[in-house]
């Protein structure tokens, strides 16, 4: 029997040299478990041998049950992803488990992943903690990762920004390069920790050798405010470049103002101001505020920048709670002031410009310009002109020359000043305007002759009589080739002033259609007034439009070189549910339909919207990837209208989904579009057919139209309304559900030419 044993022995050896010395497996069995598992690494990936994941599954099950941890967390692995075996996340996790039992750290780290998720297992972050330590204490950095990220959002354990980030840097020191951003953001702001710069600096640095692309933007950012600081600190400085470097890595590397990052801030809010970036300069006022009276040299900075920004009513209520603290300010005065102005309250707003003009003369500047009371004084110059008192006028131009002469880039406003004044005084008469310098030929025909309609007017005037006596006057508008001539007649009594909407039609006989490319037309204005020996000309200009095709969609409109105020109200103008190429595709689809008909609300919605779809399908309808759509890459964006998809037989995400309002629309349901941070889909609400009990709408994935069944688009739609279109979302703007029908009722439809 001894002598058998040591055959035995000497044949193990063998074979086990044998192995070694021509590449042979060392067999799989209950006694070699390891090479159970390595052989089902090798079938799994298809390293030496055809890939075979259901092979690869039975080693691995062969390895776990004698008891090899990895065998077990791979086989866990299959289990949760469906390689090879059946999906089965409750199977995963208790694999995962049992690898962690054995002592891998990463089975612990993914069991408490589960836990985290609810995979397979009931939702605990109580118990994914309890895995996370014992990941972590075995120095996983993942599982260090998932434990900070618990302690930081106090899930399953007490909030604890300081353990936090102890455990983000910890697993930074492990390797994880994530986990060096997160840790860098916490010192960057000081959430937990002691605010540190440069100890946040060097973990971004070392995230950024571990290829995490946060850590490389941030490392970045750090050089970027550093560049800008140095060009801020030049004697002629480029205020454009000291934007473009400090904004936004200082919002992201120094986002806290204090004395360490002051000079980079006020740096950036003086250059903002200049260069017109106006969300930036308001930001950096209300960081002011937030920092502390010693840091706000001038509280009137955030409501003057609301004002820029054209948001009116917070500008107002900022004014109103910052003049609390500070009663005395003129800025706030002029804020006041000017706010008066805006609503057209010229004599309110005389009077406070006259008490801006005295709180500033009251506490002028140790040395240096005077803003404050330049400020004031262009908001009472201002009301002056309004209310043609014009000699006052012209002693202001030139207590702001004097003024303006140490502030250069107020020139160009008080040169304006001067002109208008100058007009005023020869003719007798002020002609103010403005108007829209891009025009898309989708949205001309929502131009009004009246302020409140939704696109407004093509051109805004203001007629002002500084003459003693009445003024008969007359006004021409067109654009040659495009236009008709609009003409108006307005009578003016002495002091008067008339507001006039102006939008001529388009010509009868302009094909919108021969417009295929942006170019520039001229819009003609001209002002007369009749005499005894014929008209005399007051005015005559040529101003330069960029007139846009008319699949050009205004998807934003631009309020400062910083900011736009989204207009995705007018993607309504784009749903075109009675041309003849909609109508003959829902004739096809009707084929398709619940007793060849589609009765809209009136029947159940859902079978009906897949006929469409199963039409479209059998069409061969295509998704087209189009990154550019609702990227922020512009206020105007090239969207084909229905008629021409339905052509081209392809769509990128807003071109379908603009396409399925149309058809929703055209069979009697009410649509329903998403916007979402670059993505939409469509929508409607059901019918009482539907037997949803809270009316709650039905989403569709237009984008899966080409290979997928329709419930598969229905549930991936509901899917991501369910992640992204969060109450938080919606009143950020990151997402946007506009009610079609709704908006038609408003005014908002699609061009009948």
Not at 175 to 197: H, I, K, N, R, Y
Not at 257 to 283: H, K, P, V
């Amino acid at each position: 029997m001894r002598r058998h044993g040591r055959r035995a022995a000497g044949a193990a050896l063998l074979a086990s040299l044998t192995s070694l010395a021509f590449g042979q497996e060392a067999p799989c069995d209950a006694a070699h478990a390891s090479a159970c598992r390595d052989l089902g690494i090798k079938y799994e990936t298809g390293k030496g041998v055809a890939r075979d994941a259901a092979r690869a599954a039975e080693l691995y099950r062969q390895a776990c049950e004698a008891q090899d941890a990895l065998g077990c967390f791979r086989l866990g692995l299959l289990y949760e992803a469906g390689n090879g075996v059946g999906e089965d996340l409750a199977r995963a996790a208790s694999l995962y488990e049992q690898a962690c039992q054995g002592g891998l750290a990463q089975g612990c780290a993914y069991t408490g992943d589960m836990y985290v998720r609810g995979a397979g297992v009931a939702a605990d972050p109580g118990k994914a903690a309890a895995f996370y330590v014992k990941a972590c204490d075995a120095n996983n950095a993942g599982g260090c990762h998932q434990l900070a990220a618990l302690y930081e959002e106090g899930q399953g354990v007490e909030k604890d920004l300081a353990r936090a980030a102890a455990l983000y840097e910890k697993a930074c020191q492990g390797g994880l390069g994530a986990s060096c951003s997160s840790a860098g953001e916490m010192f960057t702001s000081g959430a937990g920790v002691p605010q540190d710069l440069a100890r946040a600096a060097t973990l971004y640095t070392k995230g950024c050798e571990k290829k995490d692309h946060v850590s490389c933007e941030r490392a970045g950012q750090n050089t970027s405010v550093a560049e800008g600081l140095a060009e801020g600190r030049k004697a002629k400085a480029s205020c454009a470049k000291v934007v473009k470097l400090l904004r936004p890595a200082l919002f992201a590397v120094r986002p806290v103002l204090n004395d360490e990052s002051l000079e980079a801030y006020e740096s950036l809010e003086r250059c903002a101001w200049q260069e017109g970036f106006f969300q930036t300069a308001a930001i950096v006022a209300a960081k002011k505020i937030v920092a502390g009276d010693r840091y706000v040299k001038s509280p009137g900075d955030l409501p003057r920048a609301l004002m820029r920004l054209g948001s009116f009513q917070d500008a107002d209520e900022a004014r109103i709670e910052l003049q609390k603290d500070h009663p005395r300010d003129p800025d706030l005065k002029t804020v006041e002031a000017w706010l008066a102005c805006q609503k057209g309250d010229y004599p309110s707003c005389l009077d406070l410009s006259n008490e801006a003009v005295a709180l500033a003369l009251a506490s002028p500047p140790a040395a240096g310009p005077h803003a404050p009371e330049l400020r004031a004084r262009f908001v009472r110059a201002h009301a002056y002109f309004f209310l043609t008192q014009l000699p006052e006028v012209k002693t202001e131009i030139a207590a702001l020359d004097a003024l303006a002469r140490k502030l250069p880039s107020e020139q160009a406003r008080l040169s304006q000043l001067r002109k208008d004044a100058a007009f005023a005084e020869k003719w007798g008469v002020s002609a103010l305007w403005s108007y829209q310098e891009q025009v898309s030929l989708g949205t001309y025909h929502l131009f009004k002759n009246e302020p409140d309609a939704h696109g407004g007017s093509l051109f805004s005037l203001t007629l002002l009589n500084f003459s003693q006596g009445d003024r008969e006057l007359r006004f021409e508008l067109r654009i040659p080739g495009l236009t008709e001539t609009i003409t108006e007649s307005a009578f003016l009594q002495k002091a008067e002033m008339k507001k006039l909407e102006l939008t001529p039609p388009l010509r009868l006989d302009f094909d919108t259609r021969r417009v295929t490319e942006p170019r520039q037309v001229q819009l003609e204005l001209r002002l007369t007034e009749p005499s005894a020996s014929g008209s005399i000309v007051i005015l005559e200009r040529s101003l330069k439009v960029n007139l846009l095709p008319r699949n050009y969609l205004p998807l934003a409109r631009k309020v400062a070189q910083d900011s736009e105020r989204r207009t995705y109200e007018n993607i309504a103008a784009w749903i075109t549910p009675n041309t003849a190429a909609v109508e003959k595709l829902i004739t096809a689809a009707k084929a398709r339909a619940p007793r060849a008909t589609f009765a809209g609300e009136q029947a159940e919605t859902r079978p009906q919207v897949k006929a469409i779809w199963d039409e479209l399908q059998a069409r061969g309808m295509s998704y087209v990837m189009d990154p550019s759509v609702l990227a922020g890459e512009g206020a105007y964006q090239r969207i084909r209208l229905p008629d021409d998809v339905l052509e081209t037989g392809n769509a990128q995400c807003l071109e379908g989904s603009i396409l399925f309002a149309t058809l929703l629309e055209a069979i009697g349901l009410r649509p329903l579009l998403v916007m979402v941070p670059g993505h939409a889909f469509v929508g409607w609400y059901p019918s009482e057919k539907d037997g949803v009990e809270d009316g709650s709408p039905f989403f569709l994935e237009t984008t899966m139209v080409h290979d997928k069944p329709f419930d598969d688009a229905l549930k991936a739609a509901a899917k991501t309304y369910r992640e992204d279109v969060t109450p938080s979302n919606l009143k950020s703007g990151e997402a946007v559900v506009l009610d079609l029908s709704v908006l038609q009722r408003q005014g908002i439809y699609a061009s009948p030419r």
